[in-house]
């Protein structure tokens, strides 16, 4: 009896189990999937030139209006009311327009866009912090020059204007 439940497992395993791991079934769809009907080979042809057109295009940076002409209707469309209004240029893309172009051209042209950004955000922000130190000396100077134009005033008391001392300047802003 037992040799027979034995022989029943060992079945089971290499008829079930064994083809399973060697070779696993895919997971059926969820309830409720539509499939689509099978491509025909003409909407397969059709398919692959107009995907193979359009990776083409997006290495270019301009795709321009010969690529997408409704894109570019659209565009002309929305720029001639835009035009009476004073605002944003649109000769030069915008940070986020520009990230997207470079993410369409792969980690090659991505990387240097990224580099760019934050080469622009670094320089933006060592001259904010350079002016403000300026600032900040002028005023100092300001200051002190009040304080001795109103100690020159009072008198002259030569032990008080040796001791009082200006404050340090302060540290020049590091590069990051």
Same mark, same amino acid.
């Given at each position: ?17 064994? $083809?399973? !791991?060697?070779? *696993? ?5 969820? *309830?409720? =999937?539509?499939? $689509? ?9 059709? !398919? &692959? ?15 321009? /209006?010969? &690529? ?7 565009? %002309? ?31 090659? =042209?991505?990387?240097?866009?990224? %580099?760019?950004?934050?080469?622009? $955000? ?12 300026? #600032? ?7 200051? &002190?020059?009040? %304080? ?9 008391? *030569? #032990?008080?204007?040796?001791?009082? $001392?200006?404050?340090? /300047? *302060?540290?020049? /802003?590091?590069?990051?």
């Amino acid at each position: 009896m037992k040799l027979r439940v034995v022989c029943r497992k060992l079945y089971d395993y290499v008829r079930y189990d064994l $083809r399973e !791991i060697a070779f *696993p079934s895919s997971l059926p769809d969820p *309830p409720g =999937t539509i499939r $689509r009907p099978k491509l025909t080979l003409k909407e397969k042809w059709c !398919i &692959l030139k107009e995907a193979s057109r359009l990776y083409g295009a997006s290495w270019v940076r301009d795709i321009g /209006p010969e &690529l997408r002409p409704n894109d570019y209707k659209k565009a %002309k469309e929305e720029s001639e009311p835009s035009s009476a209004k004073e605002g944003k240029s649109t000769g030069e893309p915008s940070v986020l327009e520009d990230l997207a172009m470079a993410a369409r051209g792969g980690a090659e =042209t991505l990387k240097p866009a990224l %580099k760019r950004i934050y080469m622009t $955000r670094a320089s933006t922000y060592t001259s904010a912090v350079k002016n403000y130190v300026e #600032t900040y000396q002028e005023g100092l100077k300001d200051v &002190l020059d009040e %304080k001795t134009a109103g100690k020159g005033q009072q008198g002259d008391d *030569p #032990t008080k204007s040796s001791a009082s $001392r200006p404050p340090p /300047p *302060p540290p020049s /802003p590091s590069s990051s």
